[in-house]
């Protein structure tokens, strides 16, 4: 390896093992949200007895799962529309071919995984690049799902944009790596990250045969063009073994940005993580599981219920004890009394649901915003009306990870634009077929400059909930019976599964009559 490589190698773990100190705490506060996400907080308290219960009632859990449930019917979609007239053709090939590069790319599981860190580990992380295997290799843009506990960001930046780097990281094996940089591995030498002795589970599986693969992305000024450049180092086993720089010294990605989203749910000073709901109501819920294995306690102790015999009494306890013989001999009774365990008081269990009744409120996962109402409510406009009302917080967290969603999109067009070569097929809305490249995203000036087209992107909810939709077909129908639309232009703003070929039917009708 050469000695300018194994410099920058040094220079790159170095600024590794500074990043991976200041991260220990923040892998500690994830590991612990996980287990409270799971109710599996009581391995972390000291117990006396070993043998007392240890209830865990998920109400952690049920709120997290509730509030991600209505998060998933407003799953983001994006909407493209150019800066001239003359540009929408493209802007609406881009808005298509997007939707295209979600669907291959599974976006919605993506989402799922990203509003499950979001909510339990406070913050998610989008990664955008190009895969060049897609599309039968012509490549596309992709949005994807970031472990939150495999990116560390620069702990001096709130921005991560302003940081010296930033490391995402994963586990394989060695073989893994004498396949894919043979010419590499035998300067590999042990991991010096798994080397350690303590080092955090999430750095691997604690195999020998195992190695750490960092991305180091490295984001610089360069003041002659005025513009930033970022670069991508692949490491392991001490060496590097890709450089960005010796292909495209004029950046990995012309948008010169890092390739990363981070989105905090509560935000923290000073640092571009956040709190989820495990922080928030860790101790409620260690509360009311605590009050729920005192009423255990007391149930069991009460079922168990303490004989005493004194000396003078004359009975054997051993011969009390056997449940089966119908007659014992003794001397006195006086001396044999049973020694009941005492009731709680009725506050303790009700103290125990009151506390999970507040974490669903504090945390916006109510009754009506599950769908659950009383008092004889049916009608879907008004089951609506109840869950718009209580999901104040379930929208806020949406606005975030809507807002999150637009600017990792922004990046994926930059992406297209510079990566998309070869023309791809894409479908548009009304069943045209056009083909696309990153050329049309460029438009000639008056002056006959070659200039970027400028894009603006807005997201919508690409589904609602079933009661927001029946809430909106009921307001679609009563403006047809009034006679305020008509009943084609009622299909066309009425949403329902099967509404195209709906549409498409009714076309051929009016073109067979």
């Known amino acids: 390896m050469k000695k300018a490589e194994q410099t920058r190698a040094d220079r790159l773990y170095a600024l590794f093992e500074e990043y991976r100190n200041s991260y220990a705490a923040e892998w500690e506060r994830l590991d612990k949200c996980e287990r409270l996400y799971r109710g599996d907080h009581w391995s972390d308290v000291p117990v006396g007895d070993q043998n007392e219960p240890r209830p865990a009632t998920p109400v952690i859990q049920s709120t997290v799962e509730s509030v991600r449930a209505d998060l998933m019917d407003g799953l983001p979609e994006a909407v493209v529309t150019a800066d001239a007239p003359e540009n929408e053709g493209v802007a609406e090939a881009l808005t298509c071919l997007l939707a295209e590069n979600h669907r291959r790319g599974r976006f919605e599981r993506e989402y799922a995984s990203l509003l499950h860190d979001l909510l339990v580990g406070g913050y998610m992380v989008m990664e955008t690049g190009y895969d060049e295997s897609e599309n039968n290799g012509l490549g596309a843009a992709f949005i994807r799902h970031a472990d939150a506990h495999n990116v560390l960001f620069d702990p001096l930046c709130p921005d991560i944009q302003d940081g010296r780097a930033v490391f995402k990281l994963a586990p394989y094996p060695a073989e893994w790596f004498r396949s894919r940089y043979p010419k590499q591995f035998g300067d590999m030498a042990a991991d010096p990250v798994l ?9 691997g599986r604690g195999s020998a045969e195992e190695m750490l693969l960092l991305e180091c992305w490295e984001r610089e000024y360069d003041p002659e063009a005025r513009v930033f450049r970022v670069h991508m180092t692949k490491l392991a086993g001490g060496v590097v073994l890709e450089d960005s720089r010796a292909h495209k010294p004029e950046g990995y990605f012309a948008h010169g940005r890092y390739p990363f989203v981070v989105t905090p749910l509560f935000t923290r000073k000073d640092t571009a993580l956040g709190y989820g709901f495990p922080d928030l109501f860790e101790t409620q819920q260690r509360y009311s599981d605590k009050l729920d294995q005192i009423v255990l306690k007391n149930a069991l102790m009460a079922s168990h219920n ?19 013989r119908e007659v014992h001999r003794g001397d006195s009774l006086g001396g044999v009394t049973w020694f009941p365990t005492p009731p709680l008081p009725a506050y303790v269990a009700s103290f125990a649901k009151a506390i999970r009744e507040g974490i669903k409120e504090e945390s916006g996962a109510t009754d009506f915003s599950r769908g659950e109402t009383y008092g004889g409510v ?19 967290v949406a606005r975030v990870a809507h807002g999150a969603f637009e600017e990792a999109v922004r990046q994926e067009i930059e ?19 056009s083909y696309f490249t990153g050329e049309q995203m460029y438009a000639l000036s008056g ?42 232009v009622g299909l066309e703003l009425m949403m329902f599964e099967g509404k195209r070929q709906a549409l498409d039917m009714m076309k051929r009708q009016e073109r067979g009559s």
């Open 195 to 203: 080397a350690v002795p303590k080092r955090d589970a999430y750095l």
């Open 306 to 324: 303490k004989l005493l015999v004194t000396g003078a009494s004359g009975f054997d306890p051993d011969d009390l004890r056997d449940w089966s």
């Open 378 to 396: 049916t009608a879907a406009s008004a089951i609506a009306a109840l869950q718009e009302a209580s999901g104040k917080r379930t929208r806020m």
């Open 415 to 433: 992406v297209e634009r510079e990566f998309c070569a070869f023309p791809r097929a894409v479908k548009l809305q009304d069943g045209r077929l």
């Open 447 to 488: 002056l006959n400059n070659r200039l970027p087209i400028e894009f603006a992107v807005t997201v919508k909810a690409q589904r609602e909930n079933r009661f927001t939709l029946a809430a909106h077909n009921e307001t679609v129908i009563g403006l047809v019976r009034l006679g305020m639309v008509t009943p084609d």
